[in-house]
């Protein structure tokens, strides 16, 4: 742990680690802190339907008021936040995991490999994303959290695999690779001891970028009716004070609250993508 600490202060005194990071971090803990512990201070029963009084505006007993269909907005907000962040996260993860997989093996062993890849990752790129996911949501017959973060993970993967194959392509040509090379390490040796060291500040940029790009896809294929309705989310939230005409009746805490939270979400993540570009970048670090 000391050990941690130091290297933490060594990084932040190089200007690699950037309050904008401490930031983000800070925000996105917040969050997580709130989506934790939030449950063991409020009753789950109250964000079903019918569970309360309908259409009461925020007060003393209900913190943010509660909607036409009988749910307490506060308690319905608190199970929201973690399932939208679970299914920004298990997109990011299959996302990143899948483009880092691809790019490594389109950089390192090159030929048909980098060919096929480059060729899928391109053609899929010029593709609009959110028609594609429009079409594989509309047909499928029961959404749920987790099908929802694979037919957003299907299309997230082709930025990380161009970025990583790129990356690949600079670092294999660089001396202590040569000299590893020299050494009769295997391509695979090279790939694990070499490069994937050198790789993980950008996969770890791309992770943070990715998670952000799917809660925005997840949330507005939600927004539209295509999500897993059944699914306490922020996306969902949003959807039903749609449908109930909330911000033409002047009911804002239907609709506000999902929407702050997931300002916030954006947020210190657009702060922590940028605190790892800078840690990542040693350039951007010196100036």
């Given amino acids: 742990m000391t050990a941690f600490f130091k290297a933490l202060r060594r990084n932040y005194a190089q200007g690699r680690i950037s309050m904008t990071l401490i930031l983000g971090c800070g925000i996105l803990l917040a969050i997580i ?3 934790v512990i939030g449950p063991f201070f409020v009753d789950l029963d109250n964000a079903q339907v019918g569970a309360v009084v309908p259409r009461r505006p925020p007060s003393a007993e209900y913190l ?6 009988g749910r307490d907005m506060w ?3 608190i199970y929201s936040t973690p399932n939208t962040l679970k299914m920004g996260l298990i997109a990011g993860v299959i996302g990143v995991g899948l483009g880092s997989v691809l790019g490594l093996a389109a950089g390192q062993f090159g030929g ?6 480059r060729v899928l990752s391109d053609s899929l790129m010029t593709v609009p994303a959110i028609a594609i996911l429009v079409i594989i949501a509309g047909n499928i017959d029961r959404m749920t959290i987790f099908v929802m973060a694979l037919v957003v993970a299907s299309l997230a993967w082709m930025f990380t695999a161009r970025t990583v194959r790129a990356q690949v392509l600079s670092i294999r040509e660089r001396s202590y690779v040569e000299v590893a090379r020299a050494n009769g ?3 695979m040796e090279i790939l694990f001891t070499e490069i994937m060291p050198n790789l993980m500040p950008y996969i ?4 943070v ?7 925005l896809a997840i949330i507005g294929l939600e927004a539209l009716g295509l999500g897993a309705l059944e699914e306490m989310t922020l996306g969902n939230t949003i959807y039903w004070s749609q449908q109930s005409s909330a911000v033409l009746r002047g009911y804002w805490w239907w609709w506000s609250p999902p929407i702050v939270a997931i300002a916030l979400i954006f947020i210190s993540l657009f702060l922590i993508s940028l605190g790892f570009d800078r840690f990542a970048n040693p350039r951007l670090a010196r100036r």
């Fill in 33 to 35: 802190l709130f989506s």
């Fill in 64 to 69: 943010l008021g509660t909607d036409s269909q």
């Fill in 75 to 77: 308690t319905l907000l």
């Fill in 112 to 117: 048909a490999v980098d060919g096929v890849i």
């Fill in 185 to 187: 390490e295997s391509a």
């Fill in 204 to 207: 770890v940029a791309s992770f």
């Fill in 209 to 215: 970028g990715t998670v952000s790009a799917a809660i």
